[in-house]
């Protein structure tokens, strides 16, 4: 499980890196995968720094960390 969760980790920091901004309502279906795998991908990018989250109105959006895109 935990190899399954690392490489949904590594398609979502490539999903946020090619598209930016996206609703984490979204990313799951981007992905094609399930949300709980998808979530525990992204706590694992959030533990390490590599992603930030910001809320407007009712809605979560996720996004690389300032340091990812400056890294890249």
Do not use: F
């Not at 920091?13 to 979530?39: C, F, M, N, R």
């Not at 990018?45 to 407007?56: M, P, S, T």
């Amino acid at each position: 499980m935990r190899d399954i969760i690392g490489n949904t980790a590594g398609r979502v920091w490539s999903v946020l890196h090619e598209q930016g901004d996206l609703a984490i309502s979204q990313i799951p279906k981007k992905l094609g995968e399930t949300p709980a795998i998808t979530y525990q991908a992204l706590g694992w990018l959030a533990r390490e720094g590599k992603i930030e989250y910001r809320q407007e109105k009712k809605t979560t959006y996720v996004s690389l960390a300032p340091s990812e895109v400056a890294a890249w």
